[in-house]
């Protein structure tokens, strides 16, 4: 199973920040804008549209407040399976570290996942700081 973990480190507090990505239904607006294009609510779902076109359903699975972590499932499309999570860590008052894990089947599709997770920190960290 390939298993791919990032850490960005990002110049807003813990709190702006697990606002951002706490608030699943727009993550085309305040968290990753450019990389993502659209978000919508189904439900549980959220349905997510890339930049590159690429559709993708994910079941949020846990939004925990206290701990800061969101975890969420991808289902359908080319991955047999998927899941991921994010974490938010304060380093002082006005900044983050934000810790993002995808693990996912096929091992084949990790180095295409990799690089849209690379791209997804880079928005992630000129969105939030931007703001």
């Keep these: 199973m390939a ?17 951002a990505i706490r608030d699943v239904g727009a993550v085309h607006q305040r968290l990753a804008r450019g990389f993502v294009t659209d978000t919508r609510m189904e439900g549980e779902a959220r349905i997510v549209t890339f930049a590159n076109g690429l559709v993708a359903r994910e079941l949020i699975v846990q939004v925990d407040d206290v701990a800061r972590r ?16 994010f974490e938010v860590y304060a380093e002082g008052e006005d900044a983050s570290q934000v810790v993002w894990v995808a693990d996912l089947l096929p ?24 703001q």
């Design 3 to 19: 298993s791919i973990r990032k850490v960005i480190r990002v110049d807003r507090s813990a709190e702006e920040v697990w606002a």
């Design 70 to 85: 969101l975890a969420y499932a991808a289902v359908g499309g080319r991955l047999t399976h998927h899941n991921a999570s």
């Design 107 to 130: 091992d084949e599709l990790g180095t295409t996942v990799e690089e849209m997770m690379d791209q997804g920190c880079a928005a992630l960290k000129a969105t939030l700081e931007d």
